[in-house]
């Protein structure tokens, strides 16, 4: 038996289309809720749940759904149709009714960062900020030098009371910056402005531009180098808060509408994801879901690296393109959508996936308490150890029939077979409670990607897209060689093997990223490790349980899967919220390691979810392709 890649990589554009638009949004509304609204870590976490509270409710509703329907098309693609076909019309109005708060954001904005070029510094901030000197309580709402300013940057408190709110004292000190006149002998430097042109070098701009040496312009460069480092992730911080409350309280309005429209944009993608995710496992042969899976998440993997492009050049080419991102992502969407109804004949594929295993005598209606037939249970060919062992290493072997040692009584039957059925349920049970933790971790730090990047790393959001980008790429190289894996060591192993890669990532981040000159460098090289071992993780997880399912059950487990995956995306984005809140941004990785190890101990004691070996023309079969 081999896996038809043909036939998986036409389905797989339906997920494609699925990755494009969710690569974008992760990437693009965040940045969106924080420049446009000012919104907190936590509140933006709310906001960024409620795709996954949604699902929670109507990815089973629409999985179950295709489940009983039949049409002409078959009983995925007409979800997948008119669910695109609603997402695009309706995905354009999200930057639009955001474009009236962008601009008044964005000149608000400008008034707090003119402090960088200015030491005439006047603004009076929508609150007071309080802060100590000596045993002297300051309380400042106006601040009529950048001194004055930079001085409450330094010593106001979090809210939480831990740590600073707007300055980085550990970091600072470990630097050797460890007193206030140190910070404001940064600070009242601010941003010079300095170029290079024919070995020439330059201060300043326009007319007040004048010619300095080399070594006066290295000495401005490393000075705009500390402040950035220093001080201006603190201004990002104050300009959000002052943006929130200044403009967002005030037109209420305006944010009501936007996400009104990103309601229905959400609703409109859940219409249709269960019935795409389930369309794989309708035309292949269970043993070979891993496989397909894998092919699957490289097509999806196609359909993020299109909406990576996109928004990446966006951003490069402008400091607010997210009209045109959201446009061209729909054009993209469309065109994938085009290319799966011109390829994509769903009843004839299952058709021929139920004649392939006919041939094998294999079955996709194997209910999880039905996957030991009775036959086994009676005459005990399998012990459940053997059978483990069996499907951990992926042994091309069957088992060969032999004499029953003995002959089981009826009430002897029924008490194994009750044993089996709670076994398999306590697998089921762990695996979905594992896939809920890694998706807690593991969305906590994509949906804080972008933000992380710009504010706690003080890089560009195209800097952000990169690192998305060559994260995407790791995983595309990835996806064959970690199917072929599961078929070697094991679903279990292979997942156990990714948490291993995420934690310890994690806590690479954690301990050794800081904002300086190498953090793009280091926090790219931790993440993509991370990235491949949660690569390994979600190829194997969803056809983990999908072997515990039927043919006519495909799309209700479907449902299950992504209740676990989207619960754990609707609370993961508050809570790692209120952990950034209150600790500080470097914190969302420790949270994240922690979620990960507790997936590591759910996934342990998982014992079913790997598929049984089939009979192979050669040993080589798994790794051939298909005709169509």
Known sequence: MK???????????????IMLFWTAYDFVIPLLLERAFGLSNSLRGVIMGIDNVLSLFLLPIFGRWSDKIN????????????GTILSVAIMIFVPITASAQLKDAKALRDEVYAVESTAEFNYTAAHERSYTIGNEEHKVKTYTSSNE????????????????????????????????????????????????SGGKYYLGSGA????????????????????????????AVFASEEVNSKITQKHPERIGVYLAVLFLVLVAMASFRSPAVALMPDVTPKPLRSQANAIINLIGGFGGAVAFVIYTVAFFLSESPFFQIFAICGGAMILLLVAFMLLVNEPKYVKDCQEECERYGISNDDEAEEIVSKKEEQEGLLSDQTAEGALEEGEQEVVQDKEPEEILSPEEQE???????????????????????????????????????????NQSAAVASVISGASMAVSALAFIPVGILAVKIGRRKSVLLGF???????????????????????FAIFYLISGFGLIITNV????????????????????????STMGAQAVTPFISGLVMDNF????????????????FVFMFFTRYGDSKPVPAASALEYLGAGDD
């Not at 990785?589 to 190890?597: D, G, K, M, T």
């Open 208 to 235: 007040e531009k004048v010619e300095i040496t080399k070594d006066e312009y290295n000495t401005y460069s490393s000075q705009n180098e500390e402040y950035k480092k220093y001080v201006e992730p603190g201004i």
């Open 415 to 457: 008490r194994r077979r009750k044993k089996k059925e709670r076994a398999y349920k306590r697998s089921f049970f762990f695996i979905l409670a594992s896939t809920f933790m890694w998706f807690m971790g593991y969305n906590a730090i994509s949906s804080n990607l972008s933000v992380y990047c710009t504010k706690a790393l």
């Open 500 to 522: 291993s890669l995420a934690v310890v990532s994690f806590f690479l981040v954690f301990f050794f990223v800081k904002p300086d000159h190498m953090a793009k460098y280091l």
């Open 149 to 196: 300013f930079y001085t409450m940057m330094y010593l106001t408190k979090s809210k939480s009371g831990v740590g600073y709110a707007y300055s980085d004292h550990e970091y600072l000190k470990l630097n050797g910056k460890d007193s206030l006149e140190q910070y404001l002998t940064i600070a009242n430097r601010g941003i010079k402005k300095i170029s290079k």
């Open 71 to 82: 049409t002409r098309k078959g009983r995925r693609t007409p979800f997948v149709f008119i």
């Open 3 to 17: 896996l038809n890649y043909k036939r998986t990589i036409k389905v797989g554009l339906a997920f494609a289309i």
């Open 540 to 563: 194997n997880t969803f056809p983990m349980v999908l072997e515990l399912s039927s043919s006519s059950s495909v799309g209700k487990y479907t449902g299950y899967y992504y209740v």
């Open 584 to 599: 500080s941004d470097q914190y969302l990785f420790l949270y994240s390691a922690i979620c990960v190890v507790i997936a």
